[in-house]
């Protein structure tokens, strides 16, 4: 007799692979204060991120090897904390200022696509794959980040709440990975007022990250994938523009191995809480095994650490810009 083993199919889902270039490049990530700034600022920002592209992409045809190197860029529009102007009357300045400055923009997001995007709660479904790291001698009385929204790279310094017999002298914070010295971090993911969630730049510009290294996943389908532009003009409203829009139709793709921002460095506390919270969430491993075994056969080194795969340039802003504080969302 013949031994027959039945399977669902459903047990079995699978995982399907985004097309992948070398580097994403994005060229901005603006705040809606900086587009009310006017076209000049918009200039000058295309303008200082000029000086560094050519930087970032002799690096990735380095990284490329033999391979025709493939980069794509890409710009966040924040209409998740604030909302300026409209879709229509925003985004042609946007391409305008960032051309004359010899620069293409092959996609466009929003951030409120990180957020929720197809009818998916990209930001939610991400916050459910994070994985603390205890603390070395760590008692468990912490509450979890799934309950408090803050999540740190070690231990904190015990509070008021800590039984006094225990606590006989204050104590520093000490980060887990500490090398020599900690370097403590606690990152506020989101808040909730009037039962509505709002999440956090930093955990938003996460998802982002995910997105753009392909990696993002729901029920082993991609998500925030781009939407061809047919070059027609664009909505007057935001929620009607795609999450993710591609203009350039000859663009390389959206994800790829590795990426590169190029922000003003009013933003690296943020970026630094972004790589804090991609170092502790549990990226879809199929997801992984894809990016892993493609990038063998290209013969393209990746890291292993997700965190890693991502790098910064930040510019120097000129002085007289004020640094504006993350916005509050409307009628706050």
Known sequence: MTDVVFRETSAEPRTQAVPLSHLSLELGHLYME??????????????EVRIW??????????????????????????????????PAELLPLILKEAEEAGLTIDYLARE????????????????????????????????????????ANGQRSPGRGAALAEVTAWQPP???????????????????????????????????QLARLGLLRHLGEPVLTPAPWDGAGFPHDWDR?????????????????????????????????????LDQIDVD???????DRRSRGEQVEVPAAVAQRASYVFYEEPACYEQPAEPAPEGA
């Open 112 to 151: 409120s696509g990180c957020a929720v995007a197809d009818r998916v709660d990209l930001a939610e479904s991400v916050m459910h794959r994070l994985v603390e790291s205890p603390p070395p001698g760590s008692s468990g009385s912490r509450p979890p980040v799934s309950r408090t929204g803050w999540l």
């Open 34 to 47: 900086d587009f009310e700034a006017g076209p000049k600022r918009l200039g000058e920002h295309f303008a």
């Open 241 to 277: 523009l795609p999450p993710l829009l591609q203009l350039n139709p000859d663009a390389d793709p959206f994800s790829a191995y590795r990426t590169c921002t190029l922000m003003p460095n009013r933003f690296l506390a943020v970026e630094d809480a972004v790589r804090l919270v």
């Open 174 to 208: 000490q980060e887990t990975a500490a090398r020599n010295h900690s370097v403590f971090m606690d990152v506020e993911l989101w808040s909730d007022k009037d039962g509505r969630r709002l999440w956090s730049c930093p955990f938003l510009a996460a998802v982002w």
């Open 285 to 291: 491993a199929r997801a992984l095994e894809q990016v």
């Open 53 to 86: 592209v050519e930087a970032a992409r002799a690096s990735a045809a380095r990284r490329a090897g033999q391979n025709r190197p493939r980069i794509s860029t890409c710009f966040l529009v924040d209409d998740y904390f604030s909302r300026f102007s409209t």
